[in-house]
């Protein structure tokens, strides 16, 4: 076992803006975790987006989603912690981003919302239906 934890990132590393895993990169990975290797993955994706690209290495153990704010064991099927924003603050959130026009999505654990149309919006609607 040359490395006891291999930390993968997908959009733009492990996956390709196509979302096209390599049979290289899934071959490489998967003969690392033979090896002894704990793999995790690591993504801003949400959960929901993220579980189906990690599940396609044969062992990996630990994905880290939403940027770390969901953090799951694969092997045990089990969420392990979990960061989301309190309730009560988001309508303050909220009204601090519109008042400057900024776009935004808030992501659940399984679900995006987005207070308008635009281009990630309709990327991850893409890659959501993908899946």
Not at 10 to 36: C, F, H, K, P
Not at 68 to 75: C, E, F, L, S, T
Not at 93 to 120: C, G, N, P, V
Request: proline share 2%.
């Amino acid at each position: 076992m040359k490395f006891k934890l291999i930390a993968l990132d997908l959009d733009g590393t492990t996956i390709d803006r196509r979302l096209y895993l390599s049979d290289a990169n899934r071959d490489a990975v998967n003969d690392a975790i033979r090896q002894g290797s704990i793999v995790a993955i690591i993504t801003g994706k949400m959960f929901a987006a993220a579980l189906p690209f990690a599940e396609r290495f044969q062992g990996a153990a630990y994905l880290f989603a939403s940027n770390g704010a969901n953090v799951y064991d694969i092997r045990l099927q089990q969420e392990l912690i979990s960061f989301p924003i309190r309730a009560e603050h988001l309508p303050q959130i909220i009204h601090t981003i519109e008042k400057h026009r900024a776009l935004y999505r808030i992501y659940t654990r399984d679900a995006m919302f987005a207070a308008e149309e635009s281009h990630l919006v309709d990327s991850i609607r893409r890659e959501r239906d993908l899946l």
